[in-house]
C-alpha cells in the first residue's frame, strides 16, 4: 500500500511539476512570421528549445503568435501541424502524429528531395543512403537528389561536419532535409588531471592519443603507441629488443610522470643487475610492461600548466593512461590474434676473409713507412724491406666466417587478446586477457607475457557507485648479450654483437681441438650463446574508487586507493667454457628485488550552473603516497657447469652478497575550480602542496599554483556568423611544478668502516663509526615555470581542426652537487643553483579531406620544435674556454671543421694546419679550417652544432573504401646531426695496422686514405693514428653527419565484415576483421650508420646495440 501511495504521489508531482512548466510566463508577440524564426524568438525569450526530426515539421508555415504563457505560445507556433509535443527540461521535444498505414505495397518508388543546411544553404555531395542497405545516391550541384527505395524505407543522409539524420519516407514522395552541425569534435570529452572537460571548454594544452586504430599486433608496451602521435611529445626507439624502452620527453623535459586511472605508476622497467659479473646485457626496457597495450582505451599528454595539480615530478609533464571499461548493453566477447615474423634491418657489411687480409696489408705497410719516416711521410726513399703480414696464397684461401649471421636471425611474434565486455544500468564490466610471446632477431633475446585485467562498476545505491580494477602479470625474459662493454672493460667485455663485426672474418669460431676461438681479448660471439641470463617479473595492481553522489549533479565525493606491487629476480651465469673478462672459470649472480607505491585520495567535486550565467565546477583533495622497495644479489664463482644458473650452494666461491632498502613517503593537498562565464570565458585555477621527508622540515613542504585562461571566440557576435569558423579559441596558462629527484640524502648518515679496531691485547673490540655526509638544511625544491599560450581551432564545417602552442619553461634552482671547500671533509655536497629554459612550438593539424557515399580519406599532422639553453649554470662550474657563458644550448656539441685531407706532396695543405704541430702536416692528415683566418687552430677556430632536432613530427593518414580501411604512419625528425658508429667501425686505422692483431673492419675502410691504393679517400690516414690531441680536446667532424630521417612506422590495412554480411551466424558472430600490418617497412634517411633513431654509444665501445626490424603481421578480430 505504501509503494503505491509513493508511486501516485511521484506520478502527482511530477504532473503538476510539468504544469508548472508549461503555464510558465512568457510575452511573445509576432506577426507573419515563419515558424523556424518563431521557434528562434521563443528560444530566445524563455531559453526553450525545439528537438525534431527534418520531415516532421513545416518550418516555413507563416504563423502569428501572441501569448503570455508557454503552453499558448507552444500552441500557436505548431498550429495546423500534425505533430504533438512534450517538455522535457528546456527542450520542447516534438513528433509526428501517429497515422496507421494499411499500404501492403512492397514496390520501389522514387523519391525526391533536397539537403539544406541549419540556414538553409544547399548542402552539395551529401550522402543519402538507404538504411541497410548498398542503394545511394548524393545530392547534386543544387543540393537535390533522387532515388528509388522500398516502402517502408529509412534514409540516412550525412555529410562531412554535420550530424547523420535518418528520415522515415512513409507515404512521402519527397523530403527536405535540414542537417545540423556535429558538434562531437567540441565536446569530445578531455581526461585531465582529477577529472575530465570537454575539448570546447579546455583551457590547457593537453594532447590526446586515442589508441583503437593504432596497430598492436607487434607492439609489447604501452610507449611503443606513442611514436609521433601527439604534438610536444618526442618518443624516440632507443632498444627494438623484446619490451624495448622508448626514450619519452615531453617538450624536451625529463622522464614524465605516468598516471594509470587516477594512479601515479613507476615510469622505468624494474629490473635486476648482475652484480659483480658484469655481463654484456643492455637490458633496456620500458615501463609499464605488465600494462596490455590491448587494454588502453585513450591517452592524454598534459604539457603545460595542466600539469601543476600533480605537483612533484610533474615539472616534466604527465602522461595519463585510461584502461577500457564495460559499458551498458549486452555481452561482447573480442578475440584478437596475430603472428608477426621480424626481419632485422641490415648490419654492418664487414669484410670477408681475403678483403681484410689485403686491408691489413696495406696499413701494415703504411704503418712501416710512416715509423721509418719514408716517403711520403719522410724525405727518405722507401727500403724495400716491408714484409707482408698475410701472403697471397694465405689471401687466396682464406675463409670467410660470417660472424654477424651467428648471433642475428629471423624473428616471430604471437599475440592473442580476449575481452568480455557488457552490463547493466547498475553493474558494467570489463575483462581482458593477453598472451603475448616475442622470439626475437638476436640468438638469446624473448620475451613473454601473461596478463589479464578487469575493470567492474557497481552502482551499490543511488548515491553510491564501486569501481574496481586490477592488473595481474608476469613477464619472462631471456637477455641477450648485445651492445657495448659494462664496467668500462672495454673489448675484453664486449657484447656478441659487437664481437661479430670485431672478430676477423678468416677466423673459424672452433679451434682444431673443438674449443672456442678467442681472437684478442673479445669473448667470441658464438660463445656467449652459452651464457644463461633469464629475468622473470611478476606484478599486481588494484585500484578501487568509491563516488558518492550527495547531492544529485551538484555535489560529489571521490575516494580512492591504488597499490601498485612489482617483483623481479634474475639469474644470470657464465659457463667456464666462454672466455670473458679474460677469464676462464664459471660465475653467476642471483638476485631478486620488490618495490611497492601505494596511493590514497580522497576528493569533493561542487558543480552547479548559474543560468547562462556561470558554470563552475570546484574541487579540492588531499593525498598520501608511499614508495617502497628492497632487494638483494648474490655473485658467485667456480661453481658447476652442468647445472648453471642457481647454483650458489653448489659454487665454491669467492661469494659476493650485496642488498638494498628504501622508503618514500608524500603528503598532498590540492584544491582547482573551473568557471565558464557567458559561454564564452573559461578560466581554471588550481594549487596543490606537497611534503616530502626527502627535504628537512623547514623546507619540507612547497606549493605549486596554476591558472589558464581560454576565450571561446567562436561565441563572440563578430565571429559566430562567420560560417567556415566553427571553433576558435585563444588559451594561455602559467603553472608551477618541483622536483624533490635528489639522488642522493641530505641527512648525514652514520655509517661503520666494516673494519674492527681491537685494544688492550685484542681483548677489546671496537667497531668505529663514521659521518658519511653532513646536514644541508638550505636545500630545497628544484622549481620549474610553465607558461602556454595556444591557438584552438575548427573550420570549414569541421573538415580541419587542430591547435597551435608556443611555450617556455624556466627551470630554476636545479638539484645537483659541487665541490667543498679545498680541506673539507666531503669532497662534494648537495646544492641549488643554475637555470635554463626550454622554448618551442606544437602543432597539431587534423583533417577530413574527402568522403563519399564508399570513401573517406583523413589525416594527421603533428609538429614540434623546442630548444633548451643555459640561462645561468650552476655554482662553481669549470667552464671550458669554447663554452659561453649565458644562452649556451644544454645539449651544445663543439668540434673542428674538416676541409679535406693533405695530399702526398702536401700542396692542398694550408700554412695555419702548422700550428697544429709536426704530427698533423702529414699526408693524410684531416685539414682543420682556419674559421677566423688568424693563422693559428685553436679554440676560436671551433664549431657549435646543437644536438636537437630542429622539427619532429608525425604524419598519418586513413582510407576506407566500403569494407576495406588502409591505415598509413609515419615519424620522424629532421635538421639534426649524430655521430656514424658505423664509420667509427670501419676507419681504425690504428688496429688495422696491428699485422695478425688487427680486427675486422666495415665496408667504408675502402675509403681510408693510403698511399698504395686510394690518395683521393675520405677520411684520415695512418698519420691520424700517430697524433697528439687537438686545441682543448675537441673531435673532427669526419664522422658526424646528417641523422634526419622518415621512418613509416606502419601500413595496416583491412577487410571488415559487419552483421549484414555475416547474417548466416544469425547475430553470433557480429563482426569479422582481417589485417596485415607492416612495421617499419621503409626509412628514408641519408644516414649511413647503424640506425638514425638508436643511440649507439655504449660506455667506451661503439657499435653493437640491438638492430632495428622490420615486423610483418597478419591477424584477425573476431566480435561475438
Wanted: net charge neutral.
Amino acid at each position: 500500500m505504501n509503494y503505491r501511495k509513493k508511486a501516485i504521489l511521484m506520478v502527482v508531482a511530477l504532473f503538476c511539476l510539468n504544469i508548472a512548466m508549461l503555464a510558465q510566463a512568457v510575452s511573445l508577440k509576432m506577426n507573419n512570421v515563419s515558424v523556424k524564426e518563431a521557434m528562434t524568438q521563443l528560444k530566445n525569450k524563455s531559453g526553450y528549445s525545439f528537438v525534431y526530426k527534418v520531415g516532421d515539421l513545416d518550418t516555413k508555415k507563416i504563423v502569428s503568435v501572441k501569448a503570455k504563457q508557454l503552453n499558448e505560445a507552444i500552441d500557436q507556433i505548431l498550429y495546423g501541424q500534425d505533430v504533438v509535443y512534450e517538455v522535457k527540461g528546456k527542450n520542447i521535444v516534438v513528433q509526428k502524429g501517429q497515422r496507421q498505414n494499411t499500404s501492403k505495397d512492397t514496390k520501389k518508388r522514387k523519391i525526391t528531395g533536397v539537403v539544406n543546411d541549419a540556414n538553409g544553404e544547399p548542402i552539395i555531395g551529401a550522402t543519402i543512403k538507404e538504411k541497410g542497405t548498398a542503394n545511394g545516391t548524393a545530392s547534386d550541384l543544387d543540393a537535390k537528389f533522387s532515388l528509388e527505395v522500398s516502402s517502408g524505407a529509412v534514409l540516412e543522409i550525412s555529410y562531412i561536419g554535420y550530424q547523420t539524420q535518418e528520415v522515415k519516407v512513409g507515404d512521402r514522395t519527397s523530403l527536405s532535409v535540414t542537417l545540423a552541425e556535429n558538434q562531437q569534435i567540441l565536446d569530445e570529452v578531455v581526461v585531465v588531471g582529477y577529472g575530465t572537460t570537454s575539448r570546447k571548454n579546455l583551457t590547457t594544452s593537453i594532447a590526446t592519443v586515442k589508441t583503437e586504430k593504432i596497430s598492436k599486433a607487434a607492439t609489447s608496451n604501452i610507449s611503443g603507441m606513442l611514436l609521433g602521435r601527439a604534438a610536444g611529445l618526442q618518443a624516440t626507439v632507443s632498444s627494438p629488443q623484446p619490451g624495448g624502452g622508448i626514450n619519452i620527453s615531453i617538450r624536451g623535459g625529463g622522464t614524465p610522470i605516468y598516471v594509470v586511472d587516477g594512479v601515479v605508476m613507476p615510469s622505468g622497467s624494474f629490473e635486476v643487475g648482475t652484480g659483480s659479473t658484469s655481463l654484456p646485457s643492455s637490458v633496456n626496457r620500458a615501463g609499464l610492461a605488465g600494462l596490455n597495450p590491448n587494454d588502453i582505451e585513450s591517452i592524454e599528454i598534459l604539457k603545460d600548466a595542466s600539469a601543476a595539480i600533480y605537483g612533484i615530478g610533474a615539472a616534466d609533464g604527465v602522461i595519463l593512461v585510461t584502461t577500457k571499461k564495460g559499458k551498458e548493453g549486452k555481452p561482447t566477447i573480442v578475440y584478437e590474434g596475430s603472428y608477426s615474423i621480424q626481419k632485422h634491418y641490415p648490419y654492418l657489411e664487414v669484410l670477408s676473409g681475403p678483403e681484410l687480409m689485403n686491408m691489413v696489408n696495406v696499413f701494415s705497410k703504411e704503418n712501416y713507412l710512416y715509423d721509418k719516416g719514408q716517403y711520403p711521410y719522410g724525405n727518405t726513399a722507401y727500403d724495400d724491406k716491408w714484409t707482408p703480414i698475410f701472403t697471397p696464397t694465405q689471401i687466396a684461401n682464406a675463409p670467410t666466417t660470417d660472424w654477424l649471421d651467428k648471433v642475428l636471425k629471423t624473428g616471430a611474434v604471437t599475440n592473442h587478446n580476449l575481452t568480455i565486455s557488457g552490463g547493466s544500468e547498475k553493474f558494467k564490466y570489463y575483462l581482458g586477457v593477453n598472451y603475448y610471446k616475442e622470439d626475437a632477431t638476436v640468438h638469446n633475446s624473448d620475451m613473454e607475457r601473461y596478463s589479464l585485467r578487469t575493470n567492474i562498476t557497481s552502482q551499490l545505491t543511488n548515491f553510491l557507485k564501486l569501481t574496481t580494477i586490477v592488473n595481474l602479470n608476469q613477464n619472462n625474459y631471456t637477455n641477450s648479450t648485445v651492445g657495448g662493454d659494462v664496467g668500462n672493460l672495454g673489448d675484453q667485455g664486449a657484447g656478441a654483437l659487437f664481437g661479430a663485426i670485431f672478430y676477423p672474418s678468416y677466423l673459424p669460431i672452433y679451434d682444431a681441438e673443438g674449443k672456442y676461438n678467442v681472437f684478442s681479448r673479445t669473448p667470441n660471439p658464438v660463445s656467449m650463446h652459452d651464457i644463461n641470463d633469464k629475468s622473470e617479473q611478476s606484478g599486481y595492481y588494484m585500484n578501487f574508487s568509491l563516488d558518492v553522489d550527495i547531492i544529485k549533479n551538484m555535489l560529489s565525493a571521490k575516494v580512492l586507493y591504488g597499490l601498485n606491487k612489482e617483483n623481479t629476480s634474475r639469474d644470470s651465469y657464465i659457463p667456464s667454457d666462454v672466455y670473458y673478462a679474460l677469464q676462464r672459470k664459471s660465475r653467476g649472480n642471483l638476485g631478486y628485488g620488490k618495490r611497492q607505491q601505494s596511493t590514497l585520495e580522497g576528493t569533493l567535486t561542487f558543480q552547479h550552473k548559474f543560468g547562462e550565467l556561470l558554470d563552475m565546477n570546484l574541487m579540492a583533495g588531499m593525498g598520501r603516497y608511499l614508495d617502497s622497495g628492497d632487494g638483494s644479489d648474490i655473485s658467485y664463482e667456480n661453481a658447476n657447469d652442468h647445472i648453471q644458473g642457481s647454483s650458489v650452494g653448489m659454487a665454491d666461491g669467492p661469494f659476493y652478497p650485496t642488498s638494498y632498502k628504501y622508503k618514500n613517503e608524500k603528503r598532498s593537498q590540492f584544491v582547482r575550480g573551473n568557471f565558464d562565464l557567458l559561454g564564452r570565458y573559461v578560466v581554471s585555477a588550481s594549487l596543490r602542496r606537497d611534503g616530502t621527508d626527502k627535504f628537512f622540515p623547514s623546507k619540507k613542504y612547497a606549493l605549486f599554483p596554476s591558472v589558464s585562461l581560454a576565450w571561446k571566440m567562436n561565441e563572440e557576435s563578430f565571429i559566430k556568423n562567420i560560417s567556415w569558423i566553427n571553433m576558435l579559441k585563444l588559451r594561455a596558462s602559467y603553472g608551477e611544478t618541483g622536483s624533490d629527484n635528489l639522488g642522493t640524502t641530505l641527512y648525514g648518515i652514520v655509517t661503520t668502516t666494516r673494519e674492527d679496531v681491537q685494544f688492550n691485547n685484542n681483548s677489546v673490540t671496537y667497531i668505529p663509526y663514521i659521518l658519511s655526509g653532513a646536514n644541508y638544511e638550505d636545500v630545497t625544491w628544484q622549481k620549474t615555470v610553465m607558461k602556454n599560450i595556444g591557438l584552438d581551432f575548427s573550420v570549414l564545417r569541421d573538415r580541419i581542426w587542430g591547435s597551435v602552442d608556443v611555450f617556455r619553461n624556466d627551470v630554476t634552482h636545479l638539484l645537483g652537487t659541487a665541490p667543498t671547500e679545498l680541506l673539507g671533509m666531503h669532497g662534494t655536497r648537495p646544492i641549488n643553483g643554475g637555470h635554463y629554459k626550454r622554448t618551442g612550438v606544437d602543432v597539431s593539424l587534423n583533417s577530413l579531406n574527402l568522403q563519399t557515399h564508399d570513401f573517406k580519406w583523413t589525416s594527421q599532422i603533428t609538429m614540434s620544435h623546442y630548444n633548451a639553453v643555459w640561462i645561468e649554470r650552476m655554482p662553481n662550474y669549470d667552464y671550458q674556454k669554447y663554452q659561453k657563458r649565458k644562452n649556451e644550448p644544454m645539449n651544445a656539441f663543439y668540434y673542428y671543421k674538416t676541409t679535406g685531407i693533405i695530399n702526398v706532396d702536401k700542396s692542398n695543405m694550408p700554412e695555419s694546419q702548422r700550428s697544429l704541430g709536426p704530427a698533423a702536416c702529414m699526408p693524410g692528415y684531416p685539414i682543420v679550417e682556419d674559421k677566423n683566418g688568424d693563422g693559428i687552430i685553436d679554440v676560436n677556430d671551433s664549431y657549435m652544432d646543437n644536438t636537437l632536432p630542429k622539427l619532429y613530427f608525425g604524419f598519418g593518414n586513413t582510407f576506407t573504401w566500403k569494407n576495406f580501411d588502409l591505415d598509413i604512419f609515419m615519424y620522424g625528425q629532421l635538421g639534426v646531426k649524430k655521430w656514424n658508429d658505423a664509420y667509427g667501425n670501419s676507419i681504425d686505422v690504428g688496429g688495422l695496422s696491428r699485422g695478425v692483431d688487427a680486427h675486422n673492419v666495415g665496408i667504408y675502410s675502402y675509403n681510408i686514405w693510403n698511399t698504395q691504393t686510394n690518395t683521393n679517400g675520405r677520411f684520415p690516414g695512418i698519420a691520424i693514428s700517430k697524433s697528439v690531441a687537438l686545441p682543448e680536446n675537441l673531435g673532427f667532424d669526419y664522422t658526424r653527419e646528417n641523422a634526419s630521417y622518415i621512418r613509416v612506422r606502419n601500413i595496416t590495412l583491412g577487410y571488415n565484415l559487419g552483421p549484414k554480411e555475416l547474417s548466416v551466424f544469425k547475430g553470433y558472430i557480429r563482426g569479422i576483421r582481417v589485417f596485415v600490418d607492416f612495421q617499419n617497412p621503409l626509412t628514408f634517411t641519408k644516414y649511413k650508420g647503424y640506425d638514425p633513431e638508436i643511440n649507439t654509444s655504449s660506455s667506451n665501445l661503439t657499435g653493437g646495440q640491438y638492430p632495428q626490424m622490420r615486423v610483418y603481421s597478419i591477424g584477425a578480430k573476431l566480435t561475438f
